[in-house]
């Protein structure tokens, strides 16, 4: 007979090894252990051991769902604005479409307890509490579209598709920065410059716990405004699996119309070719499918898509 409970601080073997008997996806780490889990979802201070439910069968878990809460509008502290199932998992198993159903039905009712009105399938920001570094790669998209087990069960118990993020990469051995007469000029009178920082924010120090931010700033010669500037991180531990030193964008802060006047583009290639002399051999990154002139930009710079992550959203009600 299968139940459901809570997380005990036993589970973590048990879940590691339910997480290893997925299919095998890029944007998910496979080979993940008990120490993973514990450092980077069981530490973490909104960790909830009621919102981590996990199937029982006899005295074997055989799936979790882990139901989470976003952040505030200030990102100071949790809010019941906004919610997530931030993963759900079963393994192989004769009734497993039951379960699934069951654990999603458990989470959902997690959240509704909590005062939750509207959940998110899958975490992306501002909803994104866990599972950075350990699924989707530079960030967290939602729910990948290669993830077909949970993108099919979301769509079953009426989640809609709201927006889309692109996943790109590429490889930095062959990378040489783009040439043209606007971007030759404006490398003689712009100058870039780097360095480490931390996130602003309590939510984002929670969830970027693990990671190594560099923003790389452009500026004018002799003069100190910053005009543009993106952040990468060193992608860990999923980009081990990749067998590569992956460097992931964070976030791009630029205009529009510093992108038609070439800047961005400036500070991105000179940004790349600073990180492969890092010995850092990947790039990877995500952007809005709506933001188009993003995608193009990283489409110029030699990235290419590999996937593409859903924003599901349900209303839950009372």
Known sequence: MIHYRSFLNWDP?????????QPPLRGRLQAITP?????????????????FI?????????????????ASEDESTVSTDQAA????????HARKGEI?????????????????????????YPVNP????????????????????????LRAYDYR????????????EQFKAPVSGKLIQLRLTHRVSNLHVIPDTWWSACVWVHADWTRYELRRKNADDVLVSATFWDVMPIAREWGVHAAGLVRIDDTEEAREAGLTMLLMSEALLQIHKQGIT??????????TSLVSLLTQLGLVEYDSGIGFVKEVGQ
């Not at 866990?130 to 949970?150: A, R």
């Not at 598709?161 to 930095?172: D, F, N, P, Q, V």
């Not at 790039?283 to 809005?288: E, L, S, V, W």
């Open 35 to 51: 120490v993973m889990l514990e450092e980077l979802i069981f530490a973490k201070p909104y960790f909830d051991r009621h919102g």
């Open 282 to 291: 990947l790039i990877d990154a995500q952007a809005p499918a709506s933001d």
């Open 130 to 153: 866990f599972y950075l570094g350990l699924y989707g790669g530079s960030d967290l998209p939602g729910v990948l579209s290669s993830d077909l087990t949970f993108a099919s069960l």
């Open 100 to 124: 699934e159903a069951e654990l999603l039905a458990a989470g959902e009712n997690y959240l509704r307890r909590k005062g939750v009105r509207q959940v998110f399938g899958g975490c992306r």
């Open 85 to 92: 199932i931030c993963q759900l998992m079963v393994v192989p």
């Open 54 to 70: 996990v199937a029982v069968d006899d005295s074997r878990l055989v799936g979790f769902v882990h139901a989470a809460l976003g």
């Open 13 to 21: 073997p048990a879940i590691a090894e339910i997480w290893r008997t």
């Open 161 to 172: 598709e709201g927006a889309r993020r692109i996943l790109l990469s590429r490889t930095l």
